[in-house]
Nanobody
Framework: QVQLLESGGGLVQAGASLRLSCSAS????????VTWYRRAPGKEREFVAV???????YYTNSVKGRFTISRDDAQETVYLEMTSLNPEDAAMYYC?????WGPGTRVTISS
């Protein structure tokens, strides 16, 4: 069974950038869509971005132009490059593939 592990979260100031990583063990990402979600305190989990198995990418409107999802199937890693972070981006970020989830990585934004 695949295991996913997110990393790269942390505390940054508004306007800063972070790069999140999602690594897989037990299975490669190749041939699967990989999705980033986030859940802010007191809010529902929301879709952030997806990289389809063919490499197409889609984003929720609030992150378009600021976030970039990319995948390195050879390295078994999917990235979420986040720029111009604002307090509304603060959340636990999760990656998901084939109904499997990682434990999440926390992003905190100081204004």
């Amino acid at each position: 069974q695949v295991q996913l592990l997110e990393s790269g979260g942390g505390l940054v100031q508004a306007g800063a950038s972070l790069r999140l990583s999602c690594s897989a063990s037990g299975r490669t990402f190749s041939g699967y869509p990989v999705t980033w979600y986030r859940r802010a305190p007191g809010k529902e989990r929301e879709f952030v971005a997806v990289s389809t198995k063919s490499g197409q990418t889609y984003y929720t409107n609030s992150v378009k132009g600021r976030f970039t999802i990319s995948r390195d199937d050879a390295q078994e890693t999917v990235y979420l490059e986040m720029t111009s972070l604002n307090p509304e981006d603060a959340a636990m970020y999760y990656c998901s593939m084939d109904q499997c989830w990682g434990p999440g990585t926390r992003v905190t934004i100081s204004s």
